[in-house]
């Protein structure tokens, strides 16, 4: 490389696939065949020469009101002409406020103060450290432990992988929070194959009661769960579970967690999973819709007490040492009103529940491939479990989302040798049909 060139910013490469490493990715493969996206619009991503792909995942679960929207580019293009930044620390502008409400309105009970992160990751941070300091702050300050659960995924901050269950993610970085624990994963044989939520399993909150024996509740300050586990492959909660992870919560002074960044802005058909299942947490966190993936902003909404556990000091004694230089981003918030107003306007909540339906029926056509071993649904989100390949476990799903690229034009998300789908809100009930024909066809071209 041209050390003036690289002095001055400039380069010599305009493109060179090395400078960039990739994220959760194959990078020596990834740069011998990349899988390049340059433009979007509505369902489909277009690679750079010109071919539709059909974007059956959102994105990363995010882009719920689909690509480029109209009203959302120019919400962002008219802030950023406005007001390109405010610091956070201290001073605010009035579209975060605006957000905020718009948010604590749609959050169920009195889960009414919001706290703007950049990420799920740092959302995930901020409800765990919130419900340290809460519980401290009410003088309960022995209760330092947090509790997730196997197969929880909740962003790779040290403290989302602490209390996540994904073993790849948590092993090559060292004691990570002590004192974590975890509940057990609701993924039981007995419910393969089962529509929707399972009869069989709430038994599995009572695991919590074993843990709040074996480390005594005075230790224990939060639970925090997906309200289904969306990144290990879409495992709805049994019916009941959640109710009864919130009465044992309760019972025992521990504040529960709903980690929303996947059921947050409509993928169940409601605003929030915590309304479509009638179980309100103490905190919530949300991400990735809220702007509809067009702008980081993550965040947190808690309860009435928790905030004003927290507003007792001195007039001038900062309430919450946390936060990040871009908490509530002007280019944000302009994202995030734009994308509320579209959901509103176009009842894409709605649509999504209605479209849960038309899924899980196309994706249970699958049941009976020789290759398919489990499938699963819950809101607009789907999971196809393929048998893995006998010594190469994990390459079967590798495969599928790389033909499903280049070969049948369709984006699929996996994990090991699960693949996803958890389409647009404004995904039509052909392009459902297409998505599941695409991983049929994908299952039948595999070794
Ligand atoms: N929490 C949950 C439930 C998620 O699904 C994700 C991302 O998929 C995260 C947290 C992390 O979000 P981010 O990648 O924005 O940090």
């Not at 409800?127 to 995924?153: F, H, N, P």
């Not at 649509?351 to 607009?380: F, S, Y």
């Not at 079967?396 to 699929?412: P, Q, T, V």
């Amino acid at each position: 490389k041209d050390m003036a060139d690289a002095r001055s910013g400039g380069g010599t490469v305009p493109n060179d696939l090395e400078a960039l490493w990739l994220p959760f990715t194959p990078n020596r493969q990834f740069k011998r065949e990349p899988r390049m996206i340059s433009r979007a619009k509505d369902m489909h991503f277009y690679t750079p020469e010109g071919r539709a792909i059909l974007d059956a995942t959102a994105g990363l679960w995010c882009s719920n009101a689909g690509h480029c929207r109209e009203p959302i580019v120019r919400a962002i293009q008219e802030q950023a002409a406005e007001l390109d930044f405010s610091p956070s620390f201290q001073f605010a502008h009035p579209k975060g406020f605006e957000v905020a409400s718009r948010i604590a309105q749609l959050a169920p009970g009195d889960l009414d103060h919001v706290f703007f992160a950049n990420s799920g990751s740092e959302a995930a941070d901020t409800a765990l450290k919130i419900a340290l300091a809460y519980q401290r702050s009410r003088g309960e300050g022995t209760r330092v432990r947090l509790i997730g659960r196997e197969r929880g995924y909740h962003g790779t901050g040290f403290g989302g992988i602490s209390v996540g269950g994904m073993p790849n993610n948590r092993k090559f970085f060292g004691p990570l929070l002590a004192g974590a624990d975890h509940l057990p994963h609701t993924h039981l044989p007995e419910n393969r194959f089962t529509r929707g939520e399972p009869e069989h399993g709430a038994h599995l909150a009572d695991r919590l009661e074993d843990l709040v024996a074996l480390h005594d509740a005075s230790t224990i300050a939060a639970v925090i769960v997906e309200p289904f586990a969306g990144s290990t492959g879409v495992l709805p909660p049994p019916k009941g579970y959640l109710k009864r992870l919130r009465e044992i919560c309760d019972k025992h002074g521990i504040v529960l967690i709903f980690d929303e960044v996947i059921t947050g802005f409509g993928r169940m058909g409601t605003a929030f999973g915590a309304e479509y299942w009638g179980v309100q947490p103490d905190i919530m966190t949300f991400a990735k819709g809220v702007t509809s993936g067009t702008v980081p902003m993550g965040g947190v909404v808690v309860r009435k007490h928790i905030y004003e556990a927290f507003q007792t000091g001195a007039d001038h004694a900062i309430d919450l040492f946390h936060g990040y230089t871009y908490t509530a981003h002007p280019l944000a918030c302009a994202a995030a009103l734009a994308s509320l107003d579209v959901y509103r306007d176009e009842g894409l909540f709605e649509r999504a529940g209605q479209m849960a339906k038309v899924l899980e029926d196309a994706i249970h056509t699958l049941k009976g491939h020789p290759l398919v071993a489990d499938i699963r649904n819950c809101g607009l989100a789907a999971a196809v479990d393929i048998v893995p390949q006998p010594g190469s476990p994990g390459l079967r799903g590798f495969e599928s989302m790389k033909r499903g690229y280049f070969d049948h034009d369709i984006m699929l998300r996996i994990t090991a040798d699960t693949i996803a789908v958890s389409p647009p809100f404004i995904v039509t009930e052909d392009q459902i049909g297409q998505s599941v024909e695409a991983i049929r066809a994908i299952l039948t071209s595999l070794d």
